[in-house]
């Protein structure tokens, strides 16, 4: 295969903000045309992007213990959990719905929190193959991130709206915050992950 | 080697030298696939005039119920707003914040700051901030999510049906329209085109 250049190796360092180029000489100085500071790559990629996945992880488990809601009804308490929340859909006949919130809530985070694993140990071990792949899993990861949040909007609608005194309530629960924090925590490590890295281990 | 004629990729830093695409084509990194640039129609004229209507639209988006709830003789309305406060009620604050921002805050920043950067290009018109502008823009953007804000509605919707009476509000209304606009202004702005335009302004 033919050798590509990166622009780094050319002496050149791409801003983040804008995309110019400017010498490499110039790093950790503001970018003529916008004023970002310039970096080679993301500084601390790795590290950042580990410490957020890392916080994820730990509040992924209250995420899905605890209850996300609790729907009141003439009195009576019923506390959700997520996967809760889907089987009562399911057992409402909403089966479309459950998989919609299936996918946003459980698999999106699930599969994200996986994915984001895997391309800090492919960035670590410097895997040698299929770099265009992992970078299509990136692009996958940084777009569907916020797709999760469904949950936590339609939570604020039903709270809002079912709000009947003792005939009908809806409480959220503590599980919204951390289910709310993994979403964030996975988004920022998606937006910290620099998809250099895996090329620049590419010989 | 003058660094202004050449670009990098933003995921894998291969230099690059591209020939200026088209209208209606697209640009993508011969090494990664991913999409460099691509050229719209009347870019600027677009932007600007989209983000007008989002700025009246968003208004009415805001202001006025989206959906109203009929229960066993209670009623209730509900707008973004209410949903923000319900949460903050029940002592959520980190979800009440991220409510506000991804369905409230951002949204409008983002039509703000279009408004402001694309009227500055049309009337050719230098300001000190536009590089600013574009850099906030370009971190904000991933954190507005009506889209997704659409689809907890939805499953709301879906899960109060079955217990109650629903109606669509003029709000409901004005947030789908503004949803299309803001659509239609992600597509538009030629993020390529801005900052080269930014640049020219600044000389």
Redesign the interface.
């Known amino acids: 295969m033919k050798i590509k250049k990166t622009a780094l190796a050319q002496g050149f360092i791409r801003c983040h903000d804008c995309g110019c180029l400017s010498k490499r000489a110039d790093k950790n100085r503001p970018c003529p045309l916008c004023g970002g500071l310039l970096h080679p790559r993301l500084p601390n990629s790795f590290q950042r992007t580990a410490a957020l996945l890392l916080s994820a992880f730990c509040l992924y488990i209250p995420a899905n213990i605890f209850p996300i809601m609790t729907v009141t009804r003439l009195g009576v308490g019923e506390p959700h959990t997520i996967i809760g929340g889907i089987i009562a859909l399911i057992n409402g006949n909403m089966v479309p719905i459950a998989m919609l919130v299936l996918v946003a809530s459980i698999l999106v985070p699930l599969l994200k929190l996986l994915g984001i694993s895997l391309l800090l140990l492919n960035v670590h071990y410097r895997w040698q193959s299929h770099a265009k792949k992992w970078t299509i899993l990136y692009r996958i990861i940084a777009f569907v991130g916020r797709w999760s949040m469904l949950d936590i909007f339609m939570i604020s609608i039903l709270v809002s709206l079912v709000d009947m005194g003792s005939v009908a309530q809806v409480i959220a629960g503590p599980a919204a915050t951390a289910f709310a924090a993994v979403v964030v925590l996975t988004m920022l490590a998606a937006k910290n992950f620099d998809p250099r890295l895996i090329w620049d281990n590419q010989r | 080697?003058n660094?202004?004629n050449?670009?990098?990729c933003?995921?894998?830093?291969?230099?690059l030298n591209p020939a200026e695409p088209v209208i209606g084509d697209k640009a993508h990194c011969p090494?990664?696939?991913?999409l460099l640039q691509r050229p719209r129609k009347q870019s600027i004229e677009r932007t600007f005039a989209l983000s007008i209507a989002g700025l009246i639209l968003i208004f009415p988006a805001n202001l006025m119920p989206?959906?109203g709830?009929k229960?066993?003789?209670?009623a209730?309305d509900?707008t973004l707003w209410?949903?923000?406060?319900?949460?903050f009620d029940?002592h959520?604050w980190?979800?009440?914040v991220?409510?506000f921002l991804?369905?409230i805050l951002f949204p409008l920043l983002n039509i703000v700051l279009s408004l402001l950067i694309s009227a500055h290009l049309y009337f050719n018109q230098p300001s000190r901030h536009l590089?600013?502008w574009?850099?906030w823009l370009?971190h904000m953007d991933?954190?507005a999510?009506l889209e997704?804000?659409m689809?907890?509605?939805i499953?709301?919707c879906?899960?109060?049906a079955?217990?109650?009476e629903l109606k669509f509000g003029f709000g409901l209304y004005a947030f789908v329209a503004l949803l299309i606009v803001t659509g239609m202004l992600a597509s538009s702005l030629d993020?390529?085109l801005f900052?080269r335009q930014?640049?020219q302004l600044?000389k």
């Open positions: 080697m660094p202004t050449f670009t990098a933003p995921e894998c830093d291969l230099l090494r990664c696939g991913y989206l959906i709830i229960m066993l003789g209670g209730k509900g209410s949903g923000v406060v319900a949460l029940e959520l980190g979800v009440a991220l409510v991804s369905s590089a600013r574009m850099r370009q991933e954190w999510m997704v804000y689809l907890g509605v499953v709301a879906v899960k109060l079955a217990t109650s993020k390529v900052w930014i640049g600044r």
